[in-house]
């Protein structure tokens, strides 16, 4: 019965619903058939497409490569992981078999995960808990912006607060390990949906944010858990299903699963990550939590490493396959563990020395942070019927969250100025639309603030202000500031006007209001986990706008979005100005009225590319597989063309390109100038004398090249500027004119202080070996490439203001690097 009380905290009301015994029956038995489909991953039907025999599932499973055995950890990365080990190792040393196993198991308890704990060696339970925006389902937390809004902001330092200020509230509450950040899905697919909860489908930029956050919150002494690891671009089919059959394959070509749906995993490995959440669906036809590829060949071997791989909930599929693959924590449960890993261990199936690498990872990561410090907070993590004393850990984190509300605020729209609000003259304003005000029923599910789950099932827009996703990935925020309630506090200190009306769909034909100065409408696009959405726009939102932009010749639209909002009405001309803004969490009101009356220049930038027409996205618009297919697949056709990367290479114009976001004021480029450093002659590979640690090799890090320029704020008033880089690698043969890889990628940005009129910064980027490295399928290493490596400054991905070129002479070429 246990298992059932858990399975509720970590299940209720997703697609599945509670778990009823018969249903868990039938996955038992089916973890029969995927020991041993793992199984033939070791090596058969590696040649074999799907069905191809018509009768056996077998090939279904054998597309991805076999690496074997699992690699054991042994802390040499750097002096805290060999610190951590010889703890970890000592204790682990005086566990027998079945204590071993029962910290790689979850047990009922107060938190979404709790593993087992051993009194006797003064092995506490730990704690797990999401989700990526804030301590989840708790009272006194915060609710921060979504990972996405994050993004937006283009700001290293805003990502590491964040990270930062989430991780000191998941420590307050005594909680171990804090189920994110996201970078899985990346966003490959426009209608994913639970793209918000990521960063952006670029991976460098994601990369930088999972790194940044990965690092704030175990500077507080938290486990971080960058999820899902990897492909889990869909929530369709996401998981396997007693009727429908087997989850989606993502299948994907070597370069393209490294260059882009691992690199920002890379860069949370390299800033310390200890723990790393495998995901649900299967990739390449092993389902990811017992994919020997991913997680004991990229994972613990080309990345080093040394924390600890967690399923994701109900995510793990067989018990012996997943263990020898590399999954060290099976969760909320036993899952295919349990008493069954046991017996593994004394019959030879998973070695003695497997078990004792899952529990010593366990034990490394938690003496990594230093979980063992007297001083670690109690746990406080309660349902909201049980009545137990106020743990408050909101600090003033609200000054955060407001400032990341305005700085991940993209401006997109500002016809003659329409924005800033003069905010010393009263103003006239009118109101409209759902999103403006607080939904009045948001608590349905108390844990998650909008419901999510099936309480939304295929809505496009939440009824009330939408400031989160839905799913294990939303937020239950101490208050909410909307719009309306922020707009108010303006026009009741400054003398102006409000007329509004929230849900008419044609409000200001109806009633007139000919002396107002500007016609305000708030529309959203909302999302959850467990569902991918339905559109990118919504008839009910788009005809609210063009019947106010019909009358009102000052319309100012603002979309409150989890992810990409198409927007049909944007060339209107009465539509002067709009605003994406975000999933911005609790201070959504202040964070958009700082936007509104100028306090904030809006520097926030598109972390994802707004086409014309849902239509341009192609093949990647919707998630793929069908009701029908037991064996549903996702073939990556494109390989390392998504978003801004496909739109380039197709010459489609896009109507938002990646990156772009305006400003009140304007901003000059100069200067330009891109030299090689530290490097005498460039070899192609990192140097194979030089050990891997976590975060793969560690020359993939250094700075081989930095480029400068200077931004100016040319207009007359103050704002930040996001100058970003982008590289376009040269080709495998330097002769073709055509690369095999995109023609510009982001591989730096940097968002400045604010700037005054006619004041300057000078800007320096680096770019490390990675950012120029191609993954090298044959060699198996990221590889440099000869050739001219072109080189883009600008305020977007096709406001390119600066440019130039860097060169690594062909190898017979008697020519070194100009350093
Ligand atoms: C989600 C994870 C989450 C876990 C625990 C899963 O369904 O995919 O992201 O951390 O549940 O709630």
């Known amino acids: 019965m246990q298992f059932f009380v858990n399975g509720l905290n970590g299940l209720l009301s997703r697609e599945q619903g509670p778990r009823s015994m018969a249903k868990q029956a039938v996955l038992s038995m089916k973890g029969a058939v995927s020991i041993l489909s793992a ?142 950040p996201v970078a899985g899905p990346l966003g490959r697919i426009a209608k994913g949906g639970r793209n918000w909860e990521g960063l952006s489908n670029d991976p460098y930029l994601a990369g930088v944010g999972l790194g940044a956050i990965t690092k704030g919150i175990q500077d507080t002494g938290v486990i971080a858990t960058p999820k899902h690891f990897v492909l ?118 998973v070695s003695h020395s497997r078990l004792a690498d899952m529990a010593t990872r366990i034990l490394a990561a938690r003496f990594y942070v230093h979980q063992d410090d007297p001083s670690y907070p109690p746990l406080s993590i309660y349902p909201s019927t049980h009545i137990h004393a106020p743990v408050n850990v909101q600090s003033n984190h609200a000054k955060l969250i407001h400032e990341i509300g305005a700085a991940g605020t993209v401006l997109v729209k500002n016809t003659n ?39 939304n099932h295929n809505w496009n827009t939440l009824n009330g202000t939408l400031i989160t996703g839905g799913g294990s990935g939303g937020s239950t925020p101490p208050y909410v500031i909307s719009p309306f309630q922020a707009i108010q506090e303006r026009v009741s200190s400054n003398g102006g006007i409000l007329r509004w009306d929230f849900y008419d769909p044609d409000p200001a034909r109806k009633t007139p209001y000919l002396n107002a100065d500007a016609c305000l409408v708030f529309i959203n696009a909302y999302s959850s986990e467990s569902f991918d959405r339905p559109s990118l726009t919504d008839r009910f939102s788009d005809e609210l706008v063009t019947n106010i932009a019909s009358v009102c010749e000052n319309t100012i639209v603002v979309v409150h979005s989890a992810g990409i909002r198409v ?37 926030g930038r ?29 073939n990556f056709t494109e390989g390392l063309y998504i978003d801004y990367r496909a739109f380039d290479k197709a010459g489609l114009e896009p109507q938002f390109e990646f990156g772009f976001g305006l400003s009140y004021t304007s901003f000059g480029y100069d ?9 005498k ?113 600008g305020a977007s991905s096709r406001d390119l203001r600066l440019s130039g070129s860097l060169v690594i002479p062909s190898k017979d070429s008697n020519r070194k690097i100009d350093l």
């Not at 911005?584 to 009356?597: C, D, F, K, M, W």
């Not at 994802?608 to 037991?630: F, I, P, R, W």
């Open 417 to 455: 100025h329409t924005l800033p609000f003069n905010s010393s003259s009263p103003q006239f304003l009118t109101i409209y639309g759902y999103d403006a005000i607080l939904s009045p029923s948001p608590w349905v599910d108390p844990a998650r603030y909008g419901g999510g789950y099936d309480v």
């Open 39 to 180: 199984a033939t991953s070791l090596g058969f039907g590696a040649s074999s497409l799907p069905g191809q025999d018509g009768v056996s599932e077998l090939p279904f499973y054998g597309r991805s490569p076999a690496i074997y055995p699992s690699p054991i950890g042994n802390g040499s990365t750097d002096t805290g992981w060999s610190t951590a080990y010889k703890h970890a190792s000592s204790l682990v040393s005086q566990m027998s078999i079945d204590e071993m196993a029962n910290l790689t198991r979850g047990w009922p308890g107060p938190c979404a995960g709790n593993t087992g704990e051993i009194p006797r060696l003064g092995i506490p339970a730990m704690c797990f808990a999401d989700s990526p925006t804030s301590v989840r389902g708790q009272e006194f937390v915060s609710a921060f912006p979504a990972g996405i809004h994050l993004a937006a902001t283009f700001d290293h330092d805003l990502m590491y607060r964040y990270g930062e200020a989430l991780g000191s509230e998941f420590r307050g509450k005594g909680v171990n390990v804090a189920l994110g």
């Open 232 to 349: 889990n671009e869909q929530e369709f089919r996401r998981r396997w299903d007693a009727e429908l059959g087997h989850a989606i394959s993502s299948n994907v070509d070597d370069r393209a699963l490294h260059e882009l749906y691992v690199f920002p995993f890379m860069e949370a490995l390299h800033k310390g990550a200890c723990s790393v959440m495998c995901s649900y669906q299967r990739a390449n036809h092993s389902y990811a939590c017992q994919n020997s590829k991913l997680l004991n060949g990229i994972l613990k071997t080309e990345l080093g490493f040394e924390g600890f791989v967690v399923s994701d909930w109900d995510g793990q599929m067989s018990g012996v396959a997943s263990a020898n693959a590399g999954l060290d924590l099976t969760m909320p449960n036993a899952g295919f563990w349990g008493p069954e890993l046991i017996t593994a261990v004394h019959n030879g199936s």
């Open 567 to 603: 927007v049909p009405w944007v060339e209107h001309p009465n539509v002067t100005a709009v605003l994406f803004a975000g999933l911005p969490g609790q201070e959504s009101g202040h964070a958009l009225t700082s936007i509104l009356y100028g306090d904030v220049s809006p520097s």
């Open 606 to 634: 598109l972390p994802y590319t707004v086409a014309k027409k849902e239509e341009d996205y192609g093949h990647m618009l919707n998630s793929s597989g069908g009701v029908e297919d037991h064996f549903p697949e996702d």
């Open 671 to 679: 200067s330009f100038s891109a030299k090689w450093v530290h490097t």
């Open 681 to 793: 002659d460039a070899d192609e590979f990192p140097d194979s004398k030089i050990a891997i640690v976590q975060g793969g090799h560690p020359q993939l890090w250094d700075t081989l090249a930095v480029v400068k320029c200077t931004v100016r704020n040319t207009g007359d008033v103050e704002g930040a500027e996001v100058a970003q880089l982008y590289v376009g690698i040269p080709s495998e043969k330097e002769e073709e004119e055509e690369s095999d890889t995109p023609i510009r990628q982001l591989r730096g940005f940097y968002r400045t202080k604010p700037l005054s009129p006619g004041e300057e910064v000078k800007v320096e980027f680096k770019l490390t070996r990675r950012d120029l490295s191609v993954w090298d399928v044959v060699s198996q290493q990221w590889k440099l490439r000869r050739g001219k490596y072109k080189l883009w400054v």
